[in-house]
């Protein structure tokens, strides 16, 4: 997960920001209605969504013009992710009280979520922190500024806090920023800290190590997820978190053991399933991933990561109709979305639907038209074609023009003059493929075959013998060899290859 996808989880998983584990008093004196709105503030601070939800609604429907009732329902649909909700109430409280700064500060977050950033940033420069004396909206206010990429005020207005609240609910936000203002030396600091704060705000800490993972600093936090799981042997998060940190750190034994205890401790979780589906694949095991990331899509079918996870995956491990039903499901949560029309055109045409893979794939060049995969994929395309196959070189030698080192594209241009019977250009296309990979069996043995055409006996059989050393169970190559043992009077070898080629061939036909 990016950066930026992470400080959207994190926000929508904890509210504006976190819980506070510190004890931190909402309000120093409170009496009547306000002693009701504390309690619920910290019931939602808490993470007690569910069972706050119906009553903080009574409330506030029983009184519509109380500011502070509506904005703490705003906050509960904006830790619900009901984006449009939390919205909607904030503009309410806002006309009601211009100056209520909690709401300003959540209101900001909130659009920033959904990329209105220019107004947030407007009212985020509004508030002064100085003048904020509740610990709960000055950690809100330094969440929306790290989601607004202003990093230095950000660790500015958490330097303000006290230190039990520095060293806890802070450092998520902290290690954020450090890692947005290259400031990864700081991050080493951090960690001991943590360590300290697994009794008080284990949540915190755990928060503080998912933003360490997701900067690829996951060998620094696996002591520290160790020491949270030990201390809260039923947290999934937890463990979920170590899986995800020692599958980055190639510790798969310890991954597949967390993961396992994760999935029996919440067997309804997307993001287990999900990590259960990357764990197979660092592993080798593509086509094992996919019922896991079946599952994920399961229990989150609006997810666009999961979705096209499953649709890679599924092209990977060659079961392109699970990728093309994925990528369809992408596009129609988001029509646009590049990735989705890429893997929606791979998908289709390794199925071998070559309009549906051409119309995608050309929408997709338009939208990356400097995008060297895509470039290649439609040029595929078009070479599957029998009667387009000078637009699909022309679309390749245009891919060579994006990237001048596409081992992919000078190999089908080589093959484009292959099949026409233009040995010299397929030769020199060729020859570039094997110079930029020589271990490429399929190149070496097609430059062996052009070779074999052009009566260079010598050339191919070097080419072919390569390429049967790299892949020896490549039926093609036996064959070619096969040939050219025959042309240079070597009935022995000849006879061995056809045997080997035909041998692949009864196996693969089972």
């Known amino acids: 997960m990016k950066l930026a996808q992470a400080l959207r989880t994190l926000v929508l998983a904890t509210g504006t920001l976190v819980v506070l584990g510190s004890g931190i008093s909402v309000y120093t004196q409170v009496s009547g209605n306000d002693r009701i709105l504390a309690k619920f503030e910290k019931d939602l601070e808490a993470g007690k969504l569910a069972q706050s939800e119906k009553p903080l609604l009574d409330y506030a429907l029983a009184h519509p013009n109380d500011a502070k009732a509506l904005e703490l329902m705003g906050r509960l649909r904006l830790k619900q992710g009901r984006i449009d909700e939390a919205l909607a109430l904030y503009r309410r409280v806002l006309t009601l009280d211009p100056q209520f700064v909690s709401a300003k500060v959540n209101y900001a977050a909130a659009l920033l979520l959904i990329g209105q950033s220019d107004e947030a940033i407007r009212l985020l420069k509004g508030i002064d922190p100085s003048g904020i004396k509740d610990l709960i909206t000055r950690l809100n206010l330094a969440q929306a500024l790290v989601l607004a990429g202003n990093c230095p005020q950000a660790l500015a207005v958490a330097a303000g806090l006290p230190a039990a609240v520095l060293n806890t609910d802070a450092l998520a936000i902290r290690a954020t920023c450090y890692v947005q203002l290259g400031r990864t030396s700081d991050l080493d600091v951090l960690v001991p800290i943590a360590k300290k704060g697994i009794t008080t705000s284990p949540n915190a800490v755990m928060r503080f190590a998912g933003v360490m993972i997701d900067a690829g600093r996951s060998k620094a936090v696996i002591e520290v997820l160790q020491l949270v799981s030990r201390s809260m042997p039923a947290n999934s998060k937890a463990l979920t978190l170590l899986g995800k940190a020692e599958i980055m750190e190639k510790d798969f034994a310890a991954a597949q053991q967390h993961l396992g205890r994760a999935a029996a401790l919440e067997a309804n979780s997307p993001e287990v399933a999900y990590l259960q589906a990357q764990l197979e694949i660092e592993r080798g095991n593509v086509g094992a991933a996919i019922p896991f990331l079946k599952k994920a899509v399961q229990l989150a079918p609006s997810s666009p990561d999961i979705l096209a996870g499953l649709a890679l995956t599924a092209i990977k491990a060659n079961q392109p109709r699970d990728a093309v039903e994925a990528a369809e499901k992408l596009l129609a949560l988001k029509p646009d979305d590049p990735d989705g029309l890429y893997l929606l055109g791979a998908a289709a045409l390794q199925i071998g639907d070559l ?156």
């Open 355 to 510: 309009q549906k893979a051409q119309s995608n794939l050309e929408r997709y060049t338009l939208v990356r038209p400097k995008d060297s995969r895509g470039c290649v994929a439609l040029g595929l395309t078009l070479a599957a074609q029998r009667d387009q196959i000078e637009p699909a070189r022309q679309q390749l030698l245009h891919c060579l023009e994006i990237d001048p080192g596409n081992v992919e594209a000078k190999y089908q241009i080589g093959l484009s003059y292959k099949a026409q019977g233009d040995t010299t250009q397929a030769i020199r296309f060729l020859e570039q493929t094997v110079a930029t990979a020589p271990r490429h069996a399929s190149a070496l043995r097609d430059l062996g075959t052009v070779y074999l055409q052009a009566g260079n006996e010598a050339k191919a059989r070097e080419m072919l013998e390569r390429s049967a050393a790299i892949d020896p169970n490549d039926a093609e190559t036996h064959f070619q060899l096969s040939r050219l043992y025959n042309l240079i009077g070597d009935a022995g070898l000849a006879k061995q290859h056809l045997e080997l080629f035909q041998k692949i061939k009864n196996r693969k036909s089972q």
